[in-house]
């Protein structure tokens, strides 16, 4: 019988936090074709460089912190099962990102009417922050205050772009439609965002 490894909050939350830097595309294909051969190990160390990037991603998308473990889960889980059918065509972020999308709108129609967790993105540490930090800071909550006047798709075009760094091409691979469409949804995003945000917060976009 193959082994195939349980994730689970309580058992990935101390590796969590444990975890080190982002590892490099070719060590996450390194890992991936490990997984290929049911490797646990090597699943568990792609778990952990996953987790961070996809929880943030998930959170604008389901808008439930408690559905966040389980889409995260499930997503990784496709990606145990289904290592085998990633082909190289694209980045190996770009299709656990597509699954992830594809997952947190499966999640979105089980809970239409998600619970707001109205401090999470507005909690501030009580650490002192230097001036640019606190900037950033202010910037990043700003920001998710106003996305959420914004439709789950495009609220998935402004994430993957400002949060993760990724280009059209990505974007538009991620979330199933053609680039075109991912441009229009930024456009439409952006000037929301930007009557959304204080003051010269709106410069940012």
Known sequence: ?????????AG????????GPPA????????????????VDAF???YRIYQPRLARFLINLVKRP???????DDTMMVVWQTAGSFRGTSKLSTWVFAIAYRKALKARARWPDPLEDGEWDTRVSNDPMPDAELQRSRIHDALNRAMRQLSTEQRAVVDLTYF?????????????????TVKTRMFHARRRLKQAL????????
Do not use: F
């Open 66 to 72: 408690q559905l966040v473990e389980e889409v995260l």
């Open 12 to 19: 990935t939350a101390i590796r969590r936090r444990t975890a």
């Open 1 to 9: 019988m193959r082994e195939v490894p349980t994730v689970n909050v």
């Open 164 to 180: 993760h760094g990724l280009g059209y091409r990505d974007i538009a691979e991620i979330v199933g439609c053609p680039v075109d």
């Open 24 to 39: 490099s595309a070719l060590v996450e294909r390194e890992l991936l074709d490990r997984i290929k051969a049911h490797d």
């Open 44 to 46: 568990e160390r792609l």
């Open 198 to 205: 204080p003051g010269t917060l709106a410069d940012w976009l």
